[in-house]
């Protein structure tokens, strides 16, 4: 499985950004899919994951309220709508998949190259 992140970018604190992630090359039915971010000098962490049905979703509790996972099966894909972001937000943003949703929290199957969001206060 190949994932590819997009949407990354330089914004404003305040500002929205959605990043995109599409996955190929098998078929990813009944997977989960996630995001994570890595912030320089930290580590890699959580920031969301949706089932394949989106009737399970988790979010850390530094985005909740402020960003929204999504997907579409047609194209394969899974967004994070990020809303009122802010400077601790600034971070390299792995897009991620696995089976169960607790699964792709703690040891994904597959990860993307990730995307870099950067805001500016």
């Known amino acids: 499985v190949q994932l590819q992140a997009s949407g990354g970018g330089l914004v404003q604190a305040g500002d929205s950004l959605r990043l995109s992630c599409a996955a190929s090359?098998?078929?990813?039915?009944?997977?989960?899919m996630g995001w994570f971010r890595q912030a320089p000098a930290k580590e890699r962490e959580f920031v969301a994951v949706?089932?394949?049905?989106?009737?399970?979703?988790n979010y850390a509790d530094s985005v909740k309220g402020r960003f929204t996972i999504s997907r579409d099966h047609t194209k394969n894909t899974v967004y994070l709508q990020m809303n009122s972001l802010k400077p601790e937000d600034t971070a390299v943003y792995y897009c991620?998949?696995?089976?169960?949703?607790?699964?792709?929290?703690?040891?994904?199957?597959?990860w993307g190259q990730g995307t870099l969001v950067t805001v500016s206060s």
């Open positions: 991620a998949l696995g089976g169960a949703i607790a699964t792709v929290r703690r040891s994904p199957a597959y």
């Open positions: 949706i089932n394949w049905l989106g009737n399970n979703i």
């Open positions: 090359g098998r078929d990813v039915s009944g997977y989960s």
